[in-house]
């Protein structure tokens, strides 16, 4: 494959911060939150509340450190020999040849959403959407997560035929331990999540805080919440 290190994705959007929610933009209109809260809602929607409506800080959690120093590792590998390229360069290519991308950036202004793909392969045959995780064990919420990535990609790319796939990958390994097709039942169900979150960010649905005790003690947020199951 290919390295290619995509450094413009789209240009003409109207972007603004959002005045109450930290995070969160206004793009073309319409709020737009990170595809990683996804991720967060899944674990915790009471916590989305805690950390971005509340705008209560901690210090990050060691997981959450170690995460960071190993994306930026193998960011840095990768750098060394990918080439820089522009998006639709990169994505005509890759009707040709394979191409392998990490850190690439999506944005969807239509579902109001946005973020780094870790790691993309794009082939002559299919598309193929890779999120790095720790462990490896599949949780909803990290299902949702690589799903909000390929709807966010299908989005930005005009009529093509190729097969879009999300797969999830342990960290630092090679070892992909699920994936699917993006078909029609994924994207209707990403879809109905964001949503959902949106209907939060807008004020027309509660956030629910999760009544796990073992995610409550876990949680940097515990000291702040008077919602926790513990």
Not at 8 to 16: A, G, H
Not at 118 to 134: A, G, Q
Not at 154 to 170: C, P, S, T, V, Y
Request: contains cysteine.
């Amino acid at each position: 494959m290919e390295n290619k290190l995509i450094i413009k994705v789209s240009d003409n959007l109207d972007i603004q911060y959002h005045p109450n929610i930290k995070g969160m933009q206004i793009i073309n209109g319409k709020n737009n939150f990170p595809i990683s809260w996804l991720n967060t809602q899944g674990y915790c929607e009471y916590s989305l509340y805690l950390e971005y409506f509340k705008g209560i800080a901690t210090l990050p959690t060691q997981a959450m450190t170690t995460g960071t120093e190993e994306h930026a590792k193998l960011e840095d590998k990768f750098r060394e020999t990918a080439q820089a390229s522009s998006f639709d360069d990169a994505f005509e290519l890759s009707k040709e040849k394979e191409i392998l991308s990490r850190e690439m950036f999506v944005i969807d202004s239509k579902e109001g959403i946005r973020g780094f793909i870790d790691e993309i392969w794009m082939t002559p045959d299919e598309i193929v959407i890779i999120d790095d995780k720790p462990g490896n064990r599949a949780y909803i919420s990290s299902i949702h997560q690589v799903l909000a990535y390929c709807l966010a990609f299908k989005n930005m790319i005009a009529d093509d035929n190729r097969k879009i796939k999300g797969a999830l990958r342990q960290r630092g390994t090679d070892n992909i331990f699920w994936s699917e097709e993006f078909d029609e039942k994924n994207e209707e169900r990403i879809k109905y999540l964001i949503n959902r979150m949106h209907g939060l960010f807008n004020g027309q649905k509660p956030f629910i805080p999760t009544k796990n005790p073992n995610k409550c003690k876990k949680c940097r947020f515990q000291s702040y919440c008077e919602e926790k199951a513990i």
